[in-house]
């Protein structure tokens, strides 16, 4: 028995890719959307695996807001970059299955270890 709890947070943040050729090696920025998989096997006795609103707060710490990207981080923030970064970070807490990090409502990076 298992359940997949997903959450979704926006933030917004530029950034720039290198060794990219195209508009987007020029600064530009985006809303981005940063979905997680989290998969619980059991239930407390209210009927919740882990609690939405957690699960989200603990999101909100990770999530840069209104941050240049490539000065934050050391790696070239690509959405495939990000997914793997924030998934590492949150399966420091959760059962993390998968991480998506939407750079807009068309086009999306999954991440997953298995
Ligand atoms: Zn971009």
Redesign the pocket.
Known sequence: MSWILRVKEKFQAA???KNYKGK?ERV?G?TFCVEVHVKVDKLNKTGIGIDFIEIKNTLNKILPDHELLNEIYDFNPSAENLARHFFQELKKIYPVKKVIVW?SEEACAEYFED
Do not use: Q, V
Request: aromatic share 14%; net charge negative; charged share 15%.
């Open positions: 950034h720039f890719l987007c530009h985006h750079e």
